[in-house]
């Protein structure tokens, strides 16, 4: 079965400061896709970043990048030089192909708040 | 914007009763999935369509159903609505089945009262 773990529900930095949100995955399946979702309080899902499983190098998008470690299985995002707007709910997801069959699963999600 | 229309955004009803949820993938995505947000939770997985038949099913209640059209839009019925089916129902969609990412509409805010 696979699933996905974000053990913070709730993260505190300061304006400008770096923060990094943990996601760490369990699946059996020799190719997936990890993927990060920033969700605002008006309620959509934006999606920030994906890794591929067979990536060699970390995904960056922005001020987004994605630690990837995969024989610990964590999938961490990093967010540098916070800015109030970053202030959201975040989501770690994955999806696999073979066991994981076609369903994209979330984690709890964590709640981040920039502080000024 | 993401491409991904659902409607409406808001409906209030009452238990007991039947809705109808309705979502436009983006242009040239096969696959549209449907998740439910209750509050303050995560994302769990409904149902997953690609080019009109079932490809992936989640905890979807036997009281809700799922179809893609063949204009590739898509339709979650829900019916005799209970207090704990209020929720923010997303609809998302990717090209194909792969590893690509979901795009997500704006969600539809159901409030059963």
């Known amino acids: 079965a696979q699933k996905i773990t974000q053990t913070q529900p709730g993260m505190f930095v300061q304006e400008k400061e770096a923060v990094t949100l943990d996601c760490t995955y369990d699946t059996s399946d020799p190719s997936y896709g990890l993927f990060w979702y920033k969700q605002p309080s008006s309620g959509e899902m934006i999606f920030l970043i994906y890794?591929?499983?067979?990536?060699?190098q970390n995904a960056t998008e922005g001020r987004y990048s994605l630690n990837f470690q995969k024989a610990r299985k964590s999938a961490n995002l990093v967010i540098s030089a916070s800015q109030l707007g970053d202030s959201a709910m975040y989501f770690c997801a994955m999806r696999g192909i073979l066991t994981g069959g076609f369903k994209t699963i979330f984690g709890a999600g964590t709640r981040l708040f920039v502080k000024a | 914007d993401s491409g991904v229309t659902q409607t409406p955004k808001h409906l209030i009803t009452a238990t007991g009763q039947r809705v109808t949820l309705r979502c436009s993938p983006r242009s040239g995505d096969l696959s549209v999935y449907w998740y439910q947000q209750s509050l303050d939770q995560g994302l769990q997985f409904l149902i997953q369509?690609?080019?009109?038949?079932?490809?992936a099913k989640g905890n979807i209640l036997e009281r809700f159903s799922a179809q893609q059209f063949p204009d590739l839009h898509s339709e979650l019925n829900l019916s005799s609505l209970e207090l704990g089916d209020s929720a923010l129902y997303f609809c998302?969609?990717?090209?194909?089945?792969?590893?690509?990412?979901?795009?997500f509409g704006e969600g539809s805010r159901l409030t059963v009262l």
């Open positions: 890794q591929g499983s067979y990536d060699q």
């Open positions: 998302a969609s990717s090209v194909g089945t792969g590893v690509g990412e979901l795009f």
């Open positions: 369509y690609y080019n009109g038949e079932e490809r």
